[in-house]
């Protein structure tokens, strides 16, 4: 029992690490571009799905879907090219992985992680 108190105890951190790596450029004083808006976006939003996924494990489906969804529409609009296409094209990786999931039509050893 407690190595799952632990493990959500880290995955807690790392979802704040991530957060407040996020925010670092801000909170210095940087100037907003749109690399900056673009990575803060998208490791705010990696940060909330891990928490989400990881306390309420039937949503990873839902939540893979929406952050492939997300990655490749703002890195698409926020980059320029070739990054933009670089995450675009990630973005569909995943949205058709969890689509592949949804249908369950992934091999047995991927769909684990899905299927908690």
């Known amino acids: 029992m ?5 493990f959500k105890l880290l995955g807690v951190m790392l979802a704040l690490v991530l957060i407040v790596w996020a925010l670092a450029p801000i909170l210095r004083h ?14 705010i939003l ?20 929406f952050e492939g969804i ?11 090219f070739p990054y933009n296409i670089e995450l675009l094209v990630v973005g569909l990786i995943i949205v058709i992985i969890a689509i592949l999931a949804y249908l369950q039509k992934l091999p047995p050893n991927i769909l684990k992680w899905f299927y908690r």
Do not use: E
């Not at 407690?2 to 632990?6: E, G, L």
């Not at 100037?31 to 490791?43: E, G, K, R, W, Y």
């Not at 990696?46 to 879907?65: C, D, E, G, R, S």
């Open 2 to 6: 407690s190595n799952v108190k632990m």
């Open 30 to 43: 940087q100037p907003l571009t749109n690399d900056v808006i673009a990575t803060a976006i998208i490791l």
């Open 46 to 65: 990696i940060a909330i799905a891990y928490l989400i996924i990881m306390f309420k494990p039937p949503w990873t489906k839902a939540v893979f879907f």
């Open 70 to 80: 997300v990655i490749g529409v703002s890195g698409y609009m926020l980059l320029d």
